[in-house]
């Protein structure tokens, strides 16, 4: 229900911004988008040090019990006089700083698995997060349908429409999370041989000096290779997330309703596509290993955003304007719109002087990217964090799983924020040729690092690779 919580208002993020304040612009996008990564970063160390030293009901019960107020404070950004777009900020911190939980999740499977599940319970557990994806896109096209104005309930002061609704049901989706947790959840573990332990974060005091030696043993370059990778693969989608509905807007003329239904479609298309490459990850790992499959991935992702490269002699309209002898001409004074007419301009807007001179991106080329990325993606992400329990060993996971998710959540605050800067100011073309460097980038260090990139018990000999 996380994926379905985060999906479920994020391509009707930017539209949301530009009805509640008429001050926003993309730059300001990518800083919201980032506000739930940064909320993150901040909270999964946090949870997964009290994950590692208390019963995990806690924190988990804590932080959904965070995202749960944060989305209602999302629901009622509209209502200031002033500083809306703010409030949609912090409400989106927040939102973040619940989800930081994610640390603890991935670090009780990891715990509860031993080393031959481990890979199968991971992809496991991320086909649900990707069904999750795929609902949270499908039920805001649905409730795009009540439209921008929907229904006002006096007595609470709330707008119901096709902004504030998937942040309710948010809300919603959190209270059941709560009620599972407290009523279902149980503490298991098992070592790498699959022994039942007492307690996932107990540790005897027959074990303390075994535990010691083992924080020691942990080959801390594999460790940060993992870091960085799993930095770059959430860079990447946050980039590509942030960008998809400026882009559709900009590049095939969408309303703010059309980008909120096509673009919801897509994704829950992608998300669809991710659950079968989770499957097909679960057989191609244990016939290949977890390393190959995460380099093939890194490798679709690659041409998925090569194909994105504009090209051509066509150019993507621009709002109120056609383009003749490198001239912008007004059209037609009766195609117009008037000062105060609510009709709502359409194609890439006159400011971004990209638009004059860069090729459109053709909606093929859209649809063909959209489905590597959608293939890519889901391998490198699920490959990269199972490799890393694996190289951590039979430890408690809560702290290290932690700084994993804070390196993610740094991506996706840092990636927001650099493409709505670089694609504002310089266009789809700067853009999508600096993430193909970085994705080049991250291919090179996979290669350079591949023989560190073991389990930790097939580097001690315990087990033969």
């Known amino acids: 229900m996380r994926g379905a919580g985060f999906t479920i208002v994020i391509t009707s993020l930017w539209p949301y911004l530009q009805k509640t304040d008429d001050s926003t612009d993309a730059s300001f996008l990518g800083w919201v988008v980032a506000a739930y990564s940064i909320g993150q970063m901040v909270a999964s160390p946090i949870f997964g040090w009290w994950s590692n030293h208390r019963p995990r009901r806690e924190p988990l019960v804590c932080s959904i019990s965070i995202n749960l107020a944060a989305n209602i404070y999302y629901a009622y950004a509209y209502l200031p006089k002033t500083y809306n777009k703010y409030h949609i900020l912090m409400s989106r911190v927040f939102v973040g700083f619940g989800a930081g939980n994610v640390a603890v999740v991935r ?26 994806f795929i609902l949270g896109p499908a039920l805001q096209a649905c409730l795009s349908f009540i439209g921008e104005e929907g229904v006002t309930l006096d007595f609470i002061a709330l707008k119901l429409n096709m902004y504030t609704t998937p942040a309710l049901l948010a809300a919603v989706f959190g209270l059941i999370n709560i009620l599972l ?6 503490e298991h573990h098992v070592d790498e041989d699959g022994r039942h332990i007492q307690s996932i974060n107990y540790t005897s005091e027959e074990r303390v000096d075994i535990s010691e030696e083992t924080v020691e043993s942990i080959d801390q370059v594999a460790v940060m290779t993992s870091n960085i990778l799993f930095f770059i693969i959430m860079f990447i989608f946050a980039i590509f997330e942030t960008i998809t509905t400026p882009l559709s807007m900009d590049m095939f003329a969408w309303t703010r309703k059309e980008a909120v239904l096509y673009n919801g479609i897509i994704l829950c298309c992608i998300g669809f596509v991710s659950i079968l490459v989770f499957l097909a990850v679960k057989v191609a790992a244990l016939r290949f290993g977890d390393r190959p499959v995460l380099l093939i991935g ?44 609510t009709v709502e301009p359409t194609g890439c807007p006159i400011e971004q002087t990209w638009c004059q001179y860069t090729p459109a991106i053709h909606i093929a080329q859209f649809f063909s990217a959209d489905f590597l990325i959608g293939v890519g993606y889901p391998a490198c992400n699920v490959m990269s964090y199972t490799l890393y329990s694996k190289i951590l060993g039979p430890k408690p996971q809560g702290v290290y799983m932690g700084w994993l998710t804070a390196s993610g959540s740094g991506a996706r605050t840092l990636g927001p924020v650099f493409v709505s800067h670089v694609y504002t100011h310089l266009g789809p073309r700067w853009t999508f040729s600096l993430i193909c460097g970085i994705v080049a980038g991250a291919i090179i260090l996979l290669i350079s690092a591949y023989r560190r990139l073991i389990a930790f018990s097939v580097r001690h000999g315990r087990i033969v690779e």
């Not at 947790?181 to 149980?186: D, E, F, G, P, S």
């Not at 621009?318 to 007419?341: C, E, G, H, R, Y």
Request: aromatic residues 10%.
């Open 107 to 132: 670090s009780y499977v990891a715990g509860a698995t031993s080393l031959n599940e481990r890979t199968g319970a991971m992809a496991n557990m991320s086909a649900c997060q990707a069904l999750g």
């Open 181 to 186: 947790v407290v009523i279902l959840l149980r």
């Open 298 to 341: 890194l490798v679709i992702i690659f041409c998925g955003f090569f194909i994105l490269l504009p090209w051509g002699n066509h150019y993507p309209k621009i709002q109120w304007a056609d383009i003749k002898n490198n001239s912008f001409v007004t059209q037609m004074p009766d195609l117009v719109p008037a000062p105060n007419s």
